[in-house]
């Protein structure tokens, strides 16, 4: 009887695990190859900053030319540039400003645990309960800001993050500096 049960099992198993095979062979459908293209020169910070849910959101805005090539603001100067060449466009980079890696900081002296900064965090960055201090994980903070424009006391702040041998990089030189 046990024997049996198992038979049946893996055959039914194996039956539709072929089926399922076919299936996203011959259902498969075709992504535009330029959406993934522009998602890889994103960040790929999910922060929403460019005003829509993701990156793949926004690339995919970008290749049906919906959207401007600065619509995302961690990128900064470089990924506009990028975008731009991708997409054989001009960009205007005067209102574009390279910023540097930033996070949501909690100052637990002002912090009142009114609970309105965890409520409007994309990634669940903010720990916190109602009445008690929050904290940041930073890890997870992409530094949409969304946190620091609810916050009534002020007690949330983007700081620049601060280098550490594990943050350190090398700085590339301007273009056109002397050697």
């Not at 005067?94 to 540097?100: A, L, N």
């Amino acid at each position: 009887m046990l024997l049996a049960a198992i038979l049946s099992l893996t055959v039914l198993g194996l039956v539709l695990g072929f089926l399922l095979g076919l299936a996203a062979r011959y259902l498969k459908v075709e992504g535009n190859p330029l959406v993934a293209e522009i998602e890889q020169l994103l960040p790929g910070a999910q922060c929403g900053q460019c005003g829509f849910p993701g990156c793949a959101g926004a690339a995919q805005a970008l290749a049906n030319s919906e959207a401007p090539v600065t619509l995302c603001p961690p990128g900064g100067r470089a990924v506009v540039q990028a975008l731009a060449a991708k997409l054989g466009v001009e960009a205007d980079l005067s209102g574009v400003q390279d910023s540097v890696p930033m996070l949501a900081e909690v100052k637990e002296e002002i912090c009142i645990g009114c609970t309105r900064c965890f409520k409007v965090c994309p990634t669940d960055a903010i720990m916190g309960a109602a009445q008690q201090i929050h904290s940041v994980f930073r890890e997870a903070c992409t530094a949409c800001g969304k946190c620091e424009e609810v916050c009534p006391t002020e007690s949330i702040k983007l700081q620049p993050i601060p280098v550490t041998l594990q943050s350190w990089h090398w700085h590339k030189p301007a273009e056109g500096a002397a050697a």
